[in-house]
């Protein structure tokens, strides 16, 4: 009999339902395996293991929480608290009474800052909330080889082989990449939204391509912090998919800040150059003349897609779309 293999975050009486009467009889690790230690995996883990159900969680990152703890949520809006405070105290505090003469940005322990943020978080979920409720954790990366196994690639080395009754995919997304401009966040000139967090020096220059709201927090972190934010966006407005009062007003107040905004223009090609710039080469998005720019930083951020590959979803039959959900 072949285990239910589930993409959606169970509520209690779904896990309950589904969990309870016609399950395989064989001789398995655990009733339930979670792959992806995210907030749709970490909560199914805990959720299932309440329920008391045997349960592990494979996560590859070597840290839990997914996205959103380590490299999404909490660690941009930490840097947007951050810079939002440096903003006040450069351009605000005047006109309140407050006098705060040579005020400047100290990037590393403002960094180890957001950093702080994100280790509590996490640490919280492995070493309390797993702990609490008896969730195993793995830390490798999860494929599906069977009804009820997985293939298990240790982050230590080595791999392992782990069954269960029943899987839950809560594998995340990743940032869709953009062929024309390479990513490259070890080196931070081209960087995604999770190398833009990372960033060490301030950039004079910085280029966003894509006007979403990814795009548009680490522009405004870098841009509070001093840098000069050009965004880069196929479409005629930001935001797209927005009520479009809102996108307006939300531009306007962008721009008052100071940051730029190039719309209906494509990204063509990008250039590493020799004194250190990335030269961006664009036209619009209906096609013509093309022009020429170089930034110090460019983040790409044109959306995220399913994090679907290397499951071994194609091996068992499970269909996907062309986007990999």
């Keep these: 009999m072949l285990s239910r293999i589930y993409r959606r975050t169970p509520t209690t009486t779904a896990l309950r339902a589904a969990f309870s009467s016609t399950q395989p009889i064989n001789a398995s690790d655990y009733d339930v395996c979670v792959i992806g230690g995210g907030p749709g995996g970490y909560v199914s883990a805990i959720k299932a293991a309440q329920l008391g159900f045997k349960t592990v969680c494979v996560e590859s990152r070597g840290a839990l929480g997914g996205t959103c703890l380590n490299v999404g949520c909490i660690p941009s809006k930490a840097l947007l608290h951050s810079s939002h405070l440096y903003e006040e105290a450069c351009h605000e505090f005047e006109s309140h009474g407050i006098l705060a003469d040579n005020v400047r940005v100290d990037l590393e322990k403002m960094q180890q800052s957001k950093q702080d943020s994100i280790d509590g978080l996490t640490q919280g979920i492995e070493k309390a909330l797993f702990k609490k409720y008896?969730?195993?954790?793995?830390?490798?990366?999860?494929?599906?080889?069977?009804?009820?196994?997985?293939?298990?690639?240790?982050?230590?080395?080595?791999?392992?082989?782990?069954?269960?009754?029943?899987?839950?995919?809560?594998?995340?997304?990743?940032?869709?990449?953009?062929?024309?401009?390479?990513?490259d966040n070890a080196g931070l000139k081209v960087v995604d939204s999770t190398g833009a967090l990372n960033i060490n020096k301030i950039p004079e220059k910085m280029a966003v391509i894509g006007g979403g709201v990814i795009g548009l927090e680490m522009g405004s972190v870098w841009r509070r912090l001093g840098s000069e934010v050009t965004v880069i966006e196929f479409l005629d407005e930001i935001i797209p998919g927005t009520d479009k009062e809102i996108t307006k007003t939300f531009q306007r107040a962008l721009k008052k800040q100071g940051m730029k905004f190039k719309l209906k223009t494509k990204v063509m090609a990008s250039e590493e150059l020799d004194n250190g710039k990335v030269k961006l080469t664009m036209e619009p998005s209906k096609g013509g003349e093309q022009k020429d720019m170089e930034f110090d930083v460019v983040l790409v951020s044109t959306g995220r897609r399913p994090f679907t590959e290397g499951l071994g979803l194609e091996e068992m039959g499970i269909e996907m779309d062309p986007m990999g959900r």
């Design 134 to 183: 008896g969730v195993e954790y793995i830390q490798g990366h999860g494929k599906i080889i069977g009804a009820t196994e997985i293939s298990v690639a240790l982050n230590d080395g080595g791999n392992s082989t782990v069954s269960a009754d029943n899987i839950i995919i809560a594998s995340g997304s990743e940032p869709t990449p953009l062929p024309p401009v390479p990513v």
